[in-house]
Each structure stands twice: as C-alpha cells, then as structure tokens.
C-alpha cells in the first residue's frame, strides 16, 4: 500500500467517524445535557439582561438541550455553527446577532468555557469572560486572557452590574 492511498484510507476513515459522531450527538446529547451549579440562579438573577447562545454546535441540537434543560426561555436567540465559515472564532457569529450590532461594546460581555470563546471575544473588541470547568483546558483558557476567570457562574453577579 502506498502513501496516497494510505491517506485516502485514513481520510475516510476519518470522515465515518465523524459523521458517526455527529449522529451520536444529535440523538443523545440532547436529552442527556446536566446544567451546572448556580445555572438557573444566575439565569434568574440576570433575567432582566439580553442573553444570546453562539455555538459552533448546530443550531437545532442547542434549542433542543435549552428546551430539555428548561432554560430556553432565558435566551433572546441562538445562533448555532450550521454554517462552517462563520464558526467561532470567527466574530461573524456575533455580527448576527442583532443585538450585537445594536449596543455599544462595552455593554456586551461573552462567557464560554473555551479558549475560541475567549478569542472570539477579543476579536470582537468585547469583554471576555472564562469559566473554569466546562470542555476547555484552565491552561488554555490563562493563555488566551479573558478579563474575567471564574470557577462558578454566578461569580458573574460581581462583574456585571
């Protein structure tokens, strides 16, 4: 066997797992999402506030797990990853979002629990905000400097007034 075909082996490979993967999730995530510590606490005590969801996740798979978590009602909109070029960390996902558009900057703050959140968030010239636990690495989320680093969500009462 040779190295192209190899690669094209490989390759394909690759693309199955994906795919099954993404089926996997699709079906179960959705149902089997837990919210952490202080969640609903924080969503309640900052009710009054716009809140939006961007994810690179596609956009039905995250209404779907706000729904089950009983949470959706405290987002204003959800825009999902369904469209590759305009993942995170790419700031287009913040440009559709209307709110975004509307308000001056340094009124809107981004919190994720990854690194290209943070990233993100500069990129936009926003504050930025890392939660400790989640999917993303601490070491990661130090290296990209976020204003603010919290180890539980409801911390944010102390930042945002």
Do not use: W
């Not at 900052?46 to 797990?65: G, Y």
């Not at 825009?79 to 913040?94: A, Y």
């Amino acid at each position: 066997m040779n190295l192209l075909s190899l690669r094209k082996e490989n390759a394909q490979l690759l693309n199955e797992a994906v795919i099954t993967f993404q089926n996997y999730y699709k079906i179960h995530s959705p149902g089997h999402a837990s919210l952490y510590p202080h969640a609903i606490e924080a969503l309640e005590y900052f009710k009054d506030k716009i809140k939006i969801i961007i994810t690179n996740s596609p956009k039905a798979t995250a209404e779907q797990i706000l729904f089950n978590s009983g949470i959706d009602k405290y987002f204003k909109d959800i825009i999902g990853g369904d469209d590759e070029s305009c993942q995170k960390p790419s700031v287009c996902s913040l440009n559709r979002s209307s709110y975004y558009l509307k308000n001056s900057k340094d009124r809107i703050i981004i919190v994720g629990d990854m690194d290209i959140d943070v990233i993100t968030g500069k990129s936009a010239g926003i504050l930025t905000c890392a939660v400790t636990y989640g999917i993303g690495k601490k070491k990661d989320l130090v290296k990209a400097g976020p204003d603010y680093m919290i180890d539980d969500i409801i911390k944010l009462k102390e930042i945002i007034k």
